[in-house]
C-alpha cells in the first residue's frame, strides 16, 4: 500500500530534522509519497505569509502530515504557526510520550509517561488585546463595571477559555488511551484552587468521567506547581498525564528534560479529520544549518505516524533502530555523549544513516 503524506520541514533546524527523518522512514520500506510544502521562513521569503493555504489545504487532502519546528517571534511579529495549524485543523490532541532510553543521559530511569495536552484553548486560543488598544480599554471598562472586578487600565489581556467541549474531548482521549493500552492511572493536572471557573470546569468534567472508568483506571487529580516538583523527584508514580494547553506545554519540556533532553521528545496533534507528528523541541535557531542537532526527537514522532496509518511492523523497526543506535552510544550526536564536547560526536546526518544502516540489518 502507498500513503501520501503532507511533509512541511519548518525553519531553523526543522529542514535538517526532517531530512534525516525521512530517509529513515523511506529505509523501513513503507511507500510514500512526501508532498513537501513550505511554511515558516522560507514561505515568507516566497510567499509573504508563514502559513500559506497550501499546507493547510495539503494536511486536509492527505489526513497525515509531519512537520519539523517553526520559529514564532516573541512578544511581537506573526501569530505561531503551530498554533494556528492546531486551530485551524482543530487537532485538539496533544500527545507526546516521555520516556526512558537506555544509553540516554537521562535525569531519571524511571519515567514511562504520555501527556494528553488540550491543543486549542486556553491561553493558546489567540483572544489577546494589546495595551491601550481601544478594544483592551473596552474590555477592562467592561470587567471594572462588574463588582469586585478590578483591571488596572494599562493593562494588555489575554483571555483563558476553557469549555466543557475542549475539556470532555481530550479527557477522553486520555481515558481512552489508558484503557487500550493497559496503563493504570490518568493524573489530571491543574490549578483549580486558583483559577476556579477554567480549571475548575476541566477538574470538574475529569471527575465525572472518572466514574465512567471506575475498576479500569485510576483517576487522580494534581495542582500544576506540586506536579512538577512531583514529576522531578517521583516520576515513577505518573502514567497518563491530561492538561490544559498552556500546563501541558511546560509540563512536556520538563518531561522531555527528565528523559534526556528535548532531541528525544517526540509528539502528535491528532484531531477528527486530521493528524500532524512533530517533535516537542523548537527550531532551536543557533544550531540550524550546523548538521549538530539530534534528528530522534522527529524520527520518534514518525514511529507514531507509522503507527497511525497502521505501519505497526515498519514502526516498530524503526523504532528498535533507534533504540539500538543510542544504546551502541557511537553513532549519536553531541547532546547523547556524557560529555556535550565529546569529539566524537556525529552530525544529524550521520546519525540517520546509522539508523538507516540498522534498520536494513534489522531486515523485515
Ligand atoms: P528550542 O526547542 O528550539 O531549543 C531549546 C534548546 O533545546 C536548544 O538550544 C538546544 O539546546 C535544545 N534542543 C532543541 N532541539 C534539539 C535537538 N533536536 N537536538 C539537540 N538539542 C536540541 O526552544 P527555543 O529556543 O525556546 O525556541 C526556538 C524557536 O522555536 C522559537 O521561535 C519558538 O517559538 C519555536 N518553537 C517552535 C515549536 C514548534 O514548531 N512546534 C515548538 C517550540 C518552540
Redesign the pocket.
Known amino acids: 500500500m502507498s500513503y501520501r503524506i503532507t511533509l512541511l520541514p ?1 525553519d ?2 526543522g529542514p535538517e ?1 526532517s531530512s534525516a527523518m525521512q530517509k529513515c522512514v523511506d529505509a523501513t520500506g513503507v511507500d510514500i509519497l512526501w508532498e513537501e510544502v513550505m511554511v515558516g521562513a522560507p514561505a515568507i521569503a516566497q510567499h509573504g505569509t508563514p502559513l500559506p493555504q497550501a499546507a493547510i489545504d495539503s494536511i486536509k487532502k492527505n489526513k497525515v502530515a509531519i512537520k519539523g ?4 517571534p516573541v512578544g511581537k511579529g506573526f501569530r ?1 504557526v ?1 498554533v494556528q495549524l492546531r486551530q485551524e485543523l482543530d487537532l485538539f490532541a496533544c500527545v507526546r510520550p516521555a520516556r526512558y532510553i537506555e544509553g540516554t543521559q537521562a535525569v531519571n530511569k524511571n519515567v514511562n509517561l504520555m501527556i494528553f495536552r488540550e491543543n486549542t484553548e486556553d491561553l493558546y486560543s489567540g483572544v489577546e488585546f494589546d495595551q491601550g488598544s481601544p478594544e483592551a480599554s473596552q474590555l477592562i471598562s467592561l470587567v471594572n463595571s462588574f463588582p469586585g472586578k478590578k483591571v488596572r487600565p494599562d493593562s494588555s489581556i489575554s483571555i483563558k477559555p476553557i469549555s466543557a467541549f475542549g475539556s470532555e474531548r481530550i479527557i477522553r482521549a486520555a481515558f481512552e488511551y489508558a484503557v487500550n493500552h493497559g496503563r493504570k492511572k490518568v493524573s489530571l493536572v491543574h490549578k483549580a484552587n486558583i483559577m476556579k471557573y477554567t480549571d475548575g470546569l476541566f477538574l470538574h468534567t475529569g471527575r465525572k468521567m472518572a466514574e465512567e472508568y471506575a475498576g479500569r483506571v485510576v483517576f487522580e487529580d494534581v495542582i500544576v506547581d506540586n506536579m512538577c516538583m512531583q514529576l522531578v523527584q517521583r516520576p515513577e508514580n505518573y502514567d497518563v498525564l491530561v492538561l490544559t494547553n498552556l500546563y501541558g506545554d511546560i509540563i512536556s519540556d520538563l518531561c522531555a528534560g527528565l528523559v534526556g ?3 528525544l521528545a517526540p509528539g502528535a496533534n491528532i484531531g477528527t479529520a486530521a493528524a500532524l507528528f ?1 517533535p516537542v ?7 540550524a544549518g550546523l548538521n549538530k ?2 534528528p530522534t ?1 522527529t524520527i520518534l514522532s514518525a514511529v507514531m505516524m507509522l503507527d497511525h496509518i497502521g505501519e505497526a511492523v515498519a514502526a516498530r523497526r524503526l523504532e528498535t533502530a533507534v533504540f539500538d543506535v543510542i544504546r551502541a552510544g557511537k553513532d549519536v ?1 553531541y ?1 547523547l555523549k556524557s560529555d556535550r564536547n565529546d569529539v566524537s560526536a556525529v552530525g544529524t546526518k550521520e546519525m540517520a544513516q546509522a539508523i538507516c544502516q540498522r534498520i536494513k540489518a534489522l531486515g523485515n
Open positions: 519548518g531553523g533546524i530534522v519546528p517553526i520559529e514564532t505561531s503551530n533532553g528535548l532531541g512533530e523541541h523548537g527550531s532551536a535557531p543557533k544550531y542537532v539530534n526527537a550526536t547532546d
